[in-house]
């Protein structure tokens, strides 16, 4: 049977419109917009959803997230623990990666995927690197804490991108970590893992789909770089790797290769439409025109950025060059796809001096980074969604248009208002393929993530 919402304002084609109709079809996918509300036209048999007082927009697409990390949040806010930079940050994430047990990593992703949910993400991109057991060693499947991390993301109702990690070193001239054992694997072992991860969770009904995710150049060396790649490209599947996220890689990259990692990675024919440049933060100009030229989409993670003090994307120069942006919640340090968008833009205020730093013209600046939350993420993703347009599945999410953060608005300036002033309390209402998984600001399996998610937290944290 098909379903018909009946918002106040619709988010469709790039602007709201007042009493329109969203009509979902038995597979979840979008059949018809209605701008005018023709009652009893084509409602026949149909299950009529009234949602008066709320707006609906497509859901977001998290392009970056490591679902693990949700545990560090707080637990790296100080100099004395390991709060001086992004070498020393590692070790308590480190610390949280060696502690879980595949139950435990099943119970933080979901409490990941559930935040998520509830401030209206309806796809998620992990960049899954925990595969070994605590010692080391494979489990006797692999595979066991990638499905993990998918079965949480379909407990939770999010459509899941797994995008599994290739980690194959701590760096150059570096001895092997410790703290990294459990995730390395050799480019062997990790194409041979992949093609049975996809078989094996690929089907009919598949609710799950894949990327290749070689960590970054530090950790996986340019020869299995090709060879990962060129595996990725023979089953048309994205590839994302973090990229230039701190000089001290790029330095090291320089010192390998003779090279900065997007000049490298131009030189060796490895960017292209299918490849995300996660952070991108330190790049020069030559780099930018580089990945305009070959299509990467870079995606950024301001809240994660800052949290870090990585540094600050030059989102300007590289939308100017006609870089496509997407956006990640990455270390999970908060989980709120608005306040990325937000901090794509204000990150460049504070740094220029200046306002409306994204408005090139034309479409709106807030247009322009809802397009970054949603369009661009899923594109990243190499999944349709992002916007409710005939055809596309239909996630979305919905807004109390009375919530304090948004009320009083219009069609014309209520975009603007939700990019920049909208408060998680505000939202509603979130579908997956018109499946909704969060009714009136509640996901049904909340309590008990969150019951189960306080036991690993006092597990784990206990004694530290
Ligand atoms: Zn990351």
């Keep these: 049977m098909k379903t018909v919402y009946r918002p106040e304002m619709l988010y469709v084609d790039g602007r709201f419109v007042a009493n329109a109709e969203l009509v979902v079809g038995d597979g979840g996918e979008v059949t018809e917009t209605r701008e005018v509300r023709e009652l009893g036209l084509g409602v026949d048999g149909c299950l009529v959803v009234e949602m008066k007082g709320k707006a609906l927009l497509p859901g977001f697409a998290n392009a970056h997230s490591h679902s693990f990390q949700r545990l560090i949040r707080g637990k790296a806010e100080s100099r004395a623990v390991s709060?001086?930079?992004?070498?020393?940050?590692?070790?308590?994430?480190?610390?949280?990666?060696?502690?879980?047990?595949?139950?435990?990593?099943?119970?933080?992703?979901?409490?990941?995927?559930?935040?998520?949910a509830l401030a209206g993400t309806t796809t998620v991109g992990e960049f899954h690197?925990?595969?070994?057991?605590?010692?080391?060693?494979?489990?006797?499947?692999?595979?066991?804490?990638?499905?993990?991390?998918?079965?949480?993301?379909?407990?939770?109702?999010?459509?899941?991108?797994?995008?599994?990690?290739?980690?194959?070193?701590?760096?150059?001239?570096?001895?092997?970590?410790?703290?990294?054992?459990?995730?390395y694997e050799t480019a062997t072992d990790y194409i041979a893992n992949m093609e049975a991860l996809v078989r094996e969770c690929s089907g009919n009904a598949a609710d799950v789909r894949f990327g290749v995710a070689p960590h970054s150049l530090r950790a996986v060396p340019l020869r299995e770089l090709h060879e990962i790649a060129d595996w990725a490209r023979a089953n048309k599947l994205p590839l994302h790797m973090h990229v230039a996220e701190q000089i001290a890689e790029n330095e090291a990259c320089l010192r390998e290769y003779g090279a900065a990692p997007v000049a490298l990675l131009?030189?060796?024919?490895?960017?292209?439409?299918?490849?995300?440049?996660?952070?991108?933060?330190?790049?020069?100009?030559?780099?930018?025109?580089?990945?305009?030229?070959?299509?990467?989409?870079?995606?950024?993670?301001?809240?994660?950025?800052?949290?870090?003090?990585?540094?600050?994307?030059?989102?300007?120069?590289?939308?100017?060059?006609?870089?496509?942006?997407?956006?990640?919640?990455?270390?999970?340090?908060?989980?709120?796809?608005?306040?990325?968008?937000?901090?794509?833009?204000?990150?460049?205020?504070?740094?220029?001096?200046?306002?409306?730093?994204?408005?090139?013209?034309?479409?709106?600046?807030?247009?322009?980074?809802?397009?970054?939350?949603?369009?661009?993420?899923?594109?990243?993703?190499?999944?349709?969604?992002?916007?409710?347009?005939?055809?596309a599945p239909a996630d979305f999410f919905t807004v109390n248009l009375q919530d304090v953060s948004i009320a009083g608005n219009s069609a014309e300036d209520l975009l603007a208002i939700v990019v920049f002033g909208l408060n998680r309390s505000a939202i509603r209402d979130v579908a997956v393929e018109g499946r909704l998984i969060v009714r009136d600001g509640i996901h049904a399996q909340q309590d008990e993530i969150v019951a189960r998610y306080k036991e690993v937290y006092e597990s784990v944290w206990r004694g530290r």
């Design 83 to 116: 709060g001086r930079d992004f070498w020393s940050w590692r070790g308590t994430m480190y610390y949280a990666a060696s502690s879980l047990d595949p139950q435990q990593v099943y119970d933080v992703a979901r409490m990941a995927f559930l935040e998520m």
């Design 129 to 183: 690197y925990l595969h070994n057991a605590p010692d080391g060693r494979p489990y006797e499947d692999p595979n066991l804490l990638a499905k993990q991390v998918i079965a949480a993301a379909r407990s939770v109702g999010l459509r899941m991108v797994l995008l599994r990690t290739a980690y194959l070193r701590a760096g150059y001239e570096l001895p092997s970590d410790p703290g990294q054992r459990r995730f």
């Design 266 to 391: 131009d030189r060796e024919g490895l960017l292209g439409r299918d490849f995300t440049a996660v952070h991108a933060v330190h790049v020069s100009d030559e780099e930018i025109a580089m990945l305009a030229e070959t299509g990467v989409t870079v995606c950024s993670c301001p809240t994660t950025e800052r949290n870090l003090g990585d540094g600050i994307f030059r989102a300007d120069d590289a939308m100017t060059a006609g870089v496509r942006v997407a956006l990640g919640s990455d270390s999970q340090a908060q989980i709120d796809p608005l306040e990325d968008a937000r901090e794509l833009e204000y990150h460049l205020r504070l740094a220029r001096q200046k306002r409306a730093v994204l408005d090139a013209g034309g479409e709106t600046l807030a247009a322009r980074l809802f397009e970054c939350v949603t369009v661009s993420g899923s594109g990243s993703l190499g999944v349709a969604g992002g916007d409710l347009r005939v055809g």
